[in-house]
């Protein structure tokens, strides 16, 4: 072998152990930062300033969501009911959240009404002795944002969605089993049928207030919670209220049929007070 080759050789083989030692410390310095980025304890600095405003907005929007769900804690689906097609959603809103629409709704509540089927206004009636109130839709980021999540859970359009409505319950008060659908074409005009319906617990209720489908197609004493509900809970498939979780129910069948299987009402407040949040669904956009 030629001397210069040797020579070359003996240089490439001074030359890797000083790139394994390179390459090595860069592997640590990597996995360092990594573990100090994911333990929180280091944060690369963004430059912001070149940013535009859409962008600072998707950034912005992006860590608050990262924010709701770290409070809003684990969430998963619950199918309690194919006859209504009931689900519910634990843990749908954070604690903030819930606390948030309850003190826009506060000074404005009223007792509560239905909706006559022949005139289609709002008349007092003995079948629902809550107060409540209607949020404006959109009102602001945080309704907004509940809105939307609601349509994806819903996969139904968010301008196919009434004004959330913000319901109290005292010690006694109820909602007589009744459907969400419509039976007369006056109330029906501004977005077609009501398909779907969800209602959002904002607290919990220590006795009553129970959620109840007295016609659903299911064995009621099935449930874990049934040892916990009350009298009127035990008259149909029941649902305790939970502070954050949403039940979603169908008032149609999978053809836009109307949906018998859908009656439900309120349980009496036994202890404790009950406050929630509906928003209607309809086929069509709702223009009102």
């Known amino acids: 072998m030629a001397p210069k080759v040797r020579n070359s050789i003996r240089l490439q083989a001074k030359k890797w152990p000083k790139l394994t ?20 304890i280091f944060s690369i600095p963004i ?7 859409i962008e600072l907005s998707r950034r912005k929007t992006s860590e608050s969501f990262i ?17 209504p097609r009931a689900i519910v959603y634990h843990n749908f809103l954070s604690k903030e959240e819930c606390d948030h629409l ?9 007792k509560s009404t239905v909706i006559d089927s022949k005139t289609g206004k709002s008349v007092d009636s003995r079948v629902r002795t809550s107060s409540g109130m209607f949020l ?21 359009p968010v301008e196919n969605g009434e004004s959330l409505q913000i319901l109290h319950y005292e010690i006694g008060q109820k909602y007589e089993p ?15 049928q009501r398909t779907a319906t969800v209602l959002m617990y904002l607290s919990d209720v220590e006795e009553g207030g129970e959620t109840v489908f007295p016609s659903a197609k299911a064995n009621f004493s099935s449930v874990p919670w049934w040892n916990d509900l009350s009298k009127c809970g035990k008259q149909g498939l029941s649902l305790k ?8 129910f169908w008032s149609t069948t999978p053809d836009a049929s109307l949906d018998p299987s ?11 007070n009950k406050w929630s949040a509906t928003k209607w669904m309809h086929l069509l956009e709702y223009k009102l």
């Open 178 to 192: 009744h459907y969400d659908f419509f039976l007369d074409d006056f109330n029906t005009r501004h977005g077609g």
């Open 102 to 110: 309850i003190s826009l709704a506060k000074p404005h509540m009223k």
């Open 262 to 272: 859908s009656l439900h009402g309120s349980c009496p407040v036994i202890k404790g």
């Open 241 to 248: 209220p939970k502070m954050g979780d949403a039940l979603l």
């Open 21 to 40: 030692i390179l390459w090595t410390m860069l592997l640590i310095l990597t996995t360092g930062l990594f573990l100090l980025l994911g333990l929180k």
């Open 67 to 83: 924010d709701v769900l770290e409070m809003r804690g684990k969430q998963w689906a619950e199918i309690i009911s194919w006859e």
């Open 47 to 53: 430059n912001t300033e070149g940013d535009s405003p």
């Open 136 to 156: 404006s839709r959109g009102q602001d980021q945080i309704v907004q944002a509940i809105e939307k999540r609601i349509a994806d859970f819903t996969f139904i």
